[in-house]
T-cell receptor
Framework: AQKVTQAQTEISVVEKEDVTLDCVYE???????LFWYKQPPSGELVFLIR??????QNEISGRYSWNFQKSTSSFNFTITASQVVDSAVYFC?????????????FGTGTRLKVLA | KAGVTQTPRYLIKTRGQQVTLSCSPI?????VSWYQQTPGQGLQFLFE???????NKGNFPGRFSGRQFSNSRSEMNVSTLELGDSALYLC?????????????FGPGTRLTVL
């Protein structure tokens, strides 16, 4: 069963539009962490944000914001006023401990294309 | 602080050969994880090392192996290469390798098997 689901395979928007990338996760742990990474064409995964399971406060960093809702097991990522440089693949990830083993699980990614 | 470095960045090999990839984590980090990324399979976890011990392993055949040295640098080896091994291999560095860790990634090694 997929533990981190990013249902949107690819999204295209026009520059300056707002866009939300969805992430739904599944875990039985009470302590877990959620992450977002950006992978530009160069290939390196760039860490964007980490959120722990006890902190449901939304986070805003410049044009980026994150909405964490435990009730729906979602950790969505919104880019406001998108720019061409935001074009990349974005990955959501879950860190949990299953049967005493630590696991870091990635979703399949959402490719975002921002058109000029 | 220097980031995660991986060498080489690009590699071309032929079927049946073997290859060794190297990863140097962020200074002070003791956990190194390896991932394989392909267009069809996405990011797949290979294994994780912490203090020279393999703590976690994904579902890959025994042709894929790794090790970690006392300075936390890690190497990954793939023997008897197959065409399907062509991929971007990413290394990630973590401070403690536990559930609270954030993994920081290197630029990757792009392996092409002909």
């Amino acid at each position: 069963a997929q533990k981190v689901t990013q249902a949107q395979t690819e999204i295209s928007v026009v520059e300056k539009e707002d866009v939300t990338l969805d992430c739904v996760y599944e875990t039985r742990d009470t302590t877990y962490y959620l992450f977002w990474y950006k992978q530009p064409p160069s290939g390196e995964l760039v860490f964007l944000i980490r959120r722990n399971s006890f902190d449901e406060q939304n986070e805003i960093s410049g044009r980026y914001s994150w909405n964490f809702q435990k009730s729906t097991s979602s950790f969505n990522f919104t880019i406001t006023a998108s720019q061409v440089v935001d074009s990349a693949v974005y990955f959501c990830a879950l860190s949990e401990t299953t049967s005493g083993t630590y696991k870091y699980i990635f979703g399949t990614g959402t490719r975002l294309k921002v058109l000029a | 602080k220097a980031g995660v470095t991986q060498t080489p960045r690009y590699l071309i090999k032929t079927r049946g050969q073997q290859v060794t990839l190297s990863c140097s984590p962020i200074s002070g980090h003791r956990s190194v994880s390896w991932y394989q990324q392909t267009p069809g399979q996405g990011l797949q976890f290979l294994f994780e090392y912490f203090s020279e011990t393999q703590r976690n392993k994904g579902n890959f055949p025994g042709r894929f192996s790794g090790r970690q040295f006392s300075n936390s640098r890690s190497e990954m080896n793939v023997s008897t290469l197959e065409l399907g091994d062509s991929a971007l291999y990413l290394c990630a560095s973590g401070a403690s390798g536990g559930v609270t860790d954030t993994q920081y990634f290197g630029p990757g090694t792009r392996l092409t098997v002909l």
